[in-house]
Antibody, heavy 122, light 107 residues
Framework: EVQLVESGGGLVQPGGSLRLSCAAS????????LNWVRQAPGKGLEWVSY????????YYADSVKGRFTISRDNAKKSLYLQMNSLRDEDTAVYYC???????????????WGQGTLVTVSS | EIVLTQSPATLSLSPGERATLSCRAG??????LAWYQQKPGQAPRLLIY???NRATGIPARFSGSGSGTDFTLTISSLEPEDFAVYYC?????????FGGGTKVEIK
């Protein structure tokens, strides 16, 4: 069974940092690109970042560029999001989501984690 | 950046009625358009990918159509569990942008 489990959320002051993790199981992690998506309270979905299978291609939404860093450890089957210089508007539930596979037919965003809540407040 | 505009923002319907949701892209996204359903407190659930393909386990009452800039999600006959928020998403460009969502509520 494919599973994505996020962790690392919590309360942080404006200007602070937080590192989110997404632990994967049930599929060949190293063959899939991955994403982070967030959702502010009562708002819609916002794509945050993308990382390719070998980390050679990385994209960010303009709203987080220069402050957030996506990374992955294929040996640990884990995806990360390092968030620095956090702002009130970064308050959201953060989801990791599977993208495409490099080795087999796949459907982007077919699996999502349950999300982890990040609250930025003083 | 490709902007996706969903309409209407809210759709008030009764169980058994047909729901038609629209998603318009600011420029062509070919057929790289997906639809998701989200219920309160839950992660989004993929319904339709590449404009018209149902994801695994999705009932046949859900269908998607369109290409280029105009897309439609149709729910042929609303079941009580279909009342939720629906989002479209494109993956034509490197930004995996989402639309603003359509809430389907019980009339």
């Amino acid at each position: 069974e494919v599973q994505l489990v996020e962790s690392g959320g919590g309360l942080v002051q404006p200007g602070g940092s937080l590192r989110l993790s997404c632990a994967a199981s049930g599929f060949t992690f190293s063959s899939y690109s991955l994403n982070w998506v967030r959702q502010a309270p009562g708002k819609g979905l916002e794509w945050v970042s993308y990382i390719s299978i070998g980390s050679s291609t990385i994209y960010y939404a303009d709203s987080v560029k220069g402050r957030f860093t996506i990374s992955r450890d294929n040996a640990k089957k884990s995806l990360y999001l390092q968030m620095n210089s956090l702002r009130d508007e970064d308050t959201a539930v953060y989801y990791c989501a599977r993208d495409e596979s490099s080795s087999s037919p796949s459907i982007p965003f077919d699996y999502w984690g349950q999300g982890t809540l990040v609250t930025v407040s003083s | 950046e490709i902007v996706l505009t969903q309409s209407p923002a809210t759709l008030s319907l009764s169980p058994g009625e047909r729901a038609t949701l629209s998603c318009r892209a600011g420029q062509s996204v070919s057929s790289y358009l997906a639809w998701y359903q989200q219920k309160p407190g839950q992660a989004p659930r993929l319904l339709i990918y590449d404009a018209s393909n149902r994801a695994t386990g999705i009932p046949a009452r859900f269908s998607g159509s369109g290409s280029g800039t105009d897309f439609t999600l149709t729910i042929s006959s609303l079941e009580p569990e279909d009342f939720a928020v629906y989002y479209c998403q494109q993956r034509s460009g490197w930004l995996r942008a989402f639309g603003g969502g359509t809430k389907v509520e019980i009339k």
